[in-house]
């Protein structure tokens, strides 16, 4: 009497995805289930999933996760950097335009044989500074009001239209969504 081989059930979750096994498949019992020919052994990745495997394991390297840690680092020093600049310049800004209705010629502010504002002048750029700055204060603390409810309410729906989507990305569309479109 013949003993007969049992056929290999394969119940893994990678021998389950699509296009994992050889061609070899005898019979597809489930998406999760296919009853392979005995000895044949089944693939556990297509290529593009090793390669989706390896970079995600990539960026979980400690180099990696160190690398992106630095650049969280730069990224909040550079905005910080960035704000500065920008509250120096409106509040510069506002300054010279107060001490000029004043009377006060700002653009020689800085010159050797520049003259002293007086006293009046000096309190009319003092006002417009205080009141640049806390102005300044005010719309950032707004931003930062806007953006902590835009992160509470969570992702946003797509805008724009359809069009194909491919490996390269999306093609055609229209609407306001996407890089170019509409912004918030």
């Given at each position: 009497?013949?003993?007969?081989?049992?056929?290999?059930?394969?119940?893994?979750?990678?021998?389950?995805?699509?296009?994992?096994?050889?061609k070899?498949?005898?019979?597809?019992?489930?998406?999760?289930?296919?009853?392979?020919?005995?000895?044949?052994?089944?693939?556990?990745?297509?290529?593009?999933?090793?390669?989706?495997?390896?970079?995600?394991?990539?960026?979980?390297?400690?180099?990696?996760?160190a690398?992106?840690?630095?650049?969280?680092?730069?990224?909040?020093?550079?905005?910080?950097?960035?704000?500065?600049?920008?509250?120096?310049?409106?509040?510069?800004?506002?300054v010279?335009?107060?001490?000029?209705?004043?009377?006060?010629?700002?653009?020689k502010?800085?010159?050797?044989?520049?003259?002293?504002?007086?006293?009046?002048?000096?309190?009319?750029?003092?006002?417009?500074r205080?009141?640049?700055?806390?102005?300044?204060?005010?719309?950032?603390?707004?931003?930062?009001?806007?953006?902590?409810?835009?992160?509470?309410?969570?992702?946003?729906?797509p805008?724009?239209?359809?069009?194909?989507?491919?490996?390269?990305?999306?093609?055609?569309?229209?609407?306001?969504?996407?890089?170019?479109?509409?912004?918030?």
């Amino acid at each position: 009497m013949a003993i007969k081989k049992k056929a290999t059930v394969a119940k893994s979750a990678d021998a389950a995805r699509k296009g994992a096994m050889t061609k070899t498949v005898v019979k597809k019992v489930s998406p999760d289930v296919k009853i392979i020919k005995a000895g044949s052994k089944p693939l556990t990745q297509s290529l593009s999933e090793k390669r989706a495997i390896m970079e995600k394991a990539q960026g979980k390297t400690p180099a990696a996760r160190a690398k992106a840690k630095l650049d969280a680092k730069n990224a909040k020093f550079a905005e910080k950097v960035f704000v500065r600049d920008l509250r120096r310049g409106i509040v510069s800004a506002a300054v010279n335009d107060a001490l000029k209705a004043a009377g006060y010629d700002s653009s020689k502010r800085y010159a050797p044989d520049a003259k002293a504002a007086t006293p009046a002048q000096v309190k009319a750029g003092n006002k417009a500074r205080n009141a640049a700055e806390a102005k300044f204060k005010a719309e950032r603390a707004a931003a930062a009001k806007r953006k902590a409810a835009a992160k509470a309410a969570g992702p946003k729906a797509p805008k724009g239209g359809g069009g194909m989507r491919g490996p390269l990305g999306n093609f055609g569309g229209g609407g306001s969504g996407g890089p170019f479109g509409k912004m918030d």
